[in-house]
């Protein structure tokens, strides 16, 4: 299991060839003044493509195509939504606090959940609240129970499991409803959603003395490999591989660094392997192939900023600054259902009681 601030660092890492999903996260924070009480962001594909915080009170498109997609009355009944649930996320964080014996500082009470649809018809959901950057209940959809991360979840489970009806429509929507919206939302954005564009590759050094990091950017959708070979052959060794960042335009960029001193790889071939989408672009390592900080191409790439980014980062601030871990995640396989809507939010109302 895993917490629902790490699931929203590594959210956009979640796109690759024949793949798609949609992913919703709400935070609910206190003890911070000049930050809203409620954000949500909705993310298709890695893209955030709807937003709401608390200051605005109003659900608005990120995306061009879904803007053009939907009219007034989608966003307002979205809106409407989001405002009725906006409430008792708020409250649940005092719900929480009071189970945990705290009473001031600041808090967060977060809640994740999504489908994803696989090239060969393969669905897969998840549904996770956290709070405080912790794990605090999820749903199990295989036996249609949720699972509490700590004691002070206990009184939340058995009150959902006693009747069985919060995780039946919840493993319902993300069967069914959420995977037909997650189809109408890549059709809306298919051209951006479904492009295919190669990486940039650039080897880049900061110094003559420094380690070497392969750049690839510029690339979509985001399943890249970035490797390193010596003389010919795999070489894993001190190489660190860097997170994945998705870019202004909605396109990844990814680092791969190779700590070795620059007389070894002088005197022995290295060679960056960046493969994506059945294309593979090779770099050998020479110095006339570096460029470096004083370049205005590298510094351009990395340190640009990145608005999507920001945009996460609204979200997930109050997070950082009690999460102190990442681990594994992985979505349970999926059955059937029925119906038709967007957001499953109506349905989360005093979560934590």
């Not at 060679?271 to 090779?282: S, Y």
């Amino acid at each position: 299991m895993q917490s629902v601030l790490a699931l929203l660092l590594i959210g956009i890492q979640l796109v690759y060839a024949g793949k798609h999903s949609l992913q919703y996260f709400y935070t609910a924070t206190s003890g911070l003044p000049n930050f809203p009480q409620f954000v949500t962001v909705g993310i298709v594909d890695g893209q955030p493509f709807t937003y709401y915080d608390s200051n605005i009170r109003r659900e608005t498109p990120r995306q061009e195509w879904m803007a053009k997609s939907e009219g007034e009355e989608y966003w307002e009944g979205e809106t409407q939504k989001t405002i009725g649930t906006e409430q008792s996320f708020v409250n649940n964080i005092n719900v929480a606090k009071d189970r945990f014996n705290q009473t001031g500082g600041v808090h967060t009470f977060q809640f994740m959940y999504g489908c994803e649809l696989d090239g060969d018809g393969t669905k897969r959901g998840y549904w996770q609240i956290g709070y405080d950057g912790e794990d605090f209940i999820s749903l199990d959809k295989s036996t249609r129970t949720f699972t509490a991360a700590n004691p002070q979840a206990m009184t939340t489970k058995v009150k959902w499991d006693s009747t069985g009806a919060l995780a039946n429509s919840q493993s319902n929507y993300l069967e069914n409803i959420c995977i037909e919206w997650l189809q109408k939302y890549v059709g809306y954005g298919k051209s951006t959603l479904e492009r295919k564009v190669s990486p940039q590759v650039s080897l880049l050094q900061k110094s003559p003395s420094s380690s070497v990091s392969c750049h690839a950017t510029g690339f979509y959708p985001s399943g890249v490999t970035i490797s390193w070979q010596r003389e010919g052959q795999e070489h894993d060794e001190d190489v660190d591989l860097g997170e994945l960042i998705i870019n202004e335009d909605g396109t990844f960029q990814r680092v791969s660094t190779l700590n070795v001193k620059p007389e070894e790889w002088k005197k022995n071939e290295y060679k960056c392997v960046v493969e994506h989408q059945g294309k593979t672009i090779r770099e050998i390592l020479t110095e006339d192939k570096i460029k470096t900080n004083h370049a205005s191409v590298p510094i351009g790439i990395i340190v640009g900023v990145v608005a999507v980014v920001l945009l996460l980062v609204i979200i997930a601030v109050a997070g950082f600054m009690v999460y102190q871990k990442k681990k594994g995640f992985k979505p349970v396989a999926s059955d059937d259902g029925s119906n038709s809507s967007t957001h499953s939010n109506q349905n989360h109302k005093d979560e934590t009681r």
